[in-house]
């Protein structure tokens, strides 16, 4: 009875083209989430030259909203003046 009991291991096929993709697909899509997220949980910190730029692009913006400002002001006397009629 010990003679009719075979022990090897079972054959395998070998993996097609397609089935190699999906394979290393899947654990490229998993190191990419995994950069992702840590990405996430680990900010960068930023950098002095992006802090100058930053402040740098305040003052312009805040050079430009008075002019925003002003249109706005001449534009209420006409909405209160249609608001009378």
Same mark, same amino acid.
């Given at each position: @009875?010990?003679?009719?009991?075979? *022990?090897?291991?079972?054959e395998i096929?070998e993996?097609? *083209?397609m089935? %190699?993709?999906?394979? =290393? /697909?899947? *654990? *490229? /899509?998993?190191?990419f989430?995994?950069?992702? +997220?840590?990405?996430?949980?680990?900010?960068?910190?930023?950098? =002095?030259k992006?802090?100058?730029?930053?402040?740098? @692009?305040?003052?312009?913006? @805040?050079?430009?909203?008075?002019? %925003? +400002?002003?249109t706005s +002001?001449?534009? #209420?006397p006409?909405?209160e003046?249609? #608001?009378?009629?």
């Amino acid at each position: @009875m010990a003679a009719e009991l075979d *022990f090897s291991p079972p054959e395998i096929p070998e993996p097609t *083209f397609m089935e %190699n993709i999906l394979h =290393y /697909g899947l *654990f *490229f /899509g998993a190191i990419f989430q995994l950069i992702c +997220v840590l990405a996430i949980i680990l900010p960068i910190p930023k950098s =002095y030259k992006t802090d100058t730029e930053s402040s740098e @692009m305040k003052s312009s913006e @805040m050079m430009k909203k008075p002019r %925003n +400002v002003a249109t706005s +002001v001449s534009k #209420k006397p006409k909405k209160e003046t249609k #608001k009378k009629r």
